[in-house]
T-cell receptor, first 116, second 111 residues
Framework: GAGVSQSPSNKVTEKGKDVELRCDPI?????LYWYRQSLGQGLEFLIY??????PDKSGLPSDRFSAERTGGSVSTLTIQRTQQEDSAVYLC????WGAGAQETQYFGPGTRLLVL | KQEVTQIPAALSVPEGENLVLNCSFT??????LQWFRQDPGKGLTSLLL?????REQTSGRLNASLDKSSGRSTLYIAASQPGDSATYLC??????????FGSGTRLLVRP
């Protein structure tokens, strides 16, 4: 079946512009996660959705970052007034319930963001 | 705050060798420990998941162990092949269901 998909695969933007990154989770998966992978910081957690609500936003680095999820499916990560340090690969993952020690997360291919 | 460390950062071995990748974590209150593989320009592929009550998991030539008391996990790869070349990441899951990742071990298996 179809895995997690993300779009765009690559995005180049100018400093100060806003960007939207999209994630389509595996159909029927309740939980959705956003992570960021950058050269200096490794792979770090950003935000977690259970259905349409976000019980854990602790990883969002600043108030320029926001995310939403609608219909318990597609999620959008928005970065406002982008900065060069936002350049990274943004990875999305989903899991069936998000509430089990035996549950693995399935990752998408990522969106590579470059802020000039 | 959980910290996950992986050593070595990079490893180069000839084909056919058995090898061990190491992962350590500072907080033993984990739900599970997971190992992932990442190929260049690709997302992560789950390899093995060990629940906190388990000691090890096996899949084909891969075996992962977990020792919560010492805060360590190892990934054993038997009879390595060039196709095993990738970056291997370990991650701990805590009660909030988010993954905390190590910085990875970059593996090269030479033909």
């Amino acid at each position: 079946g179809a895995g997690v998909s993300q779009s765009p695969s690559n995005k180049v933007t100018e400093k100060g512009k806003d960007v939207e990154l999209r994630c389509d989770p595996i159909s029927g998966h309740t939980a959705l996660y956003w992570y960021r992978q950058s050269l200096g910081q490794g792979l770090e957690f950003l935000i977690y959705f259970q259905g349409n609500s976000a019980p854990d936003k602790s990883g969002l680095p600043s108030d320029r970052f926001s995310a939403e999820r609608t219909g318990g499916s597609v999620s959008t990560l928005t970065i406002q007034r982008t900065q060069q340090e936002d350049s990274a690969v943004y990875l999305c993952a989903s899991s069936p319930w998000g509430a089990g020690a035996q549950e693995t997360q399935y990752f998408g291919p990522g969106t590579r963001l470059l802020v000039l | 705050k959980q910290e996950v460390t992986q050593i070595p950062a990079a490893l180069s071995v000839p084909e056919g060798e058995n090898l061990v990748l190491n992962c350590s974590f500072t907080d033993s209150a984990i739900y599970n420990l997971q190992w992932f593989r990442q190929d260049p320009g690709k997302g992560l592929t789950s390899l093995l998941l060990i629940q906190s009550s388990q000691r090890e998991q096996t899949s084909g030539r891969l075996n992962a162990s977990l020792d919560k008391s010492s805060g360590r996990s190892t990934l054993y790869i038997a009879a390595s092949q060039p196709g095993d070349s990738a970056t291997y990441l370990c991650a701990s899951m805590d009660s909030s269901y988010k993954l905390i990742f190590g910085s990875g071990t970059r593996l090269l298996v030479r033909p």
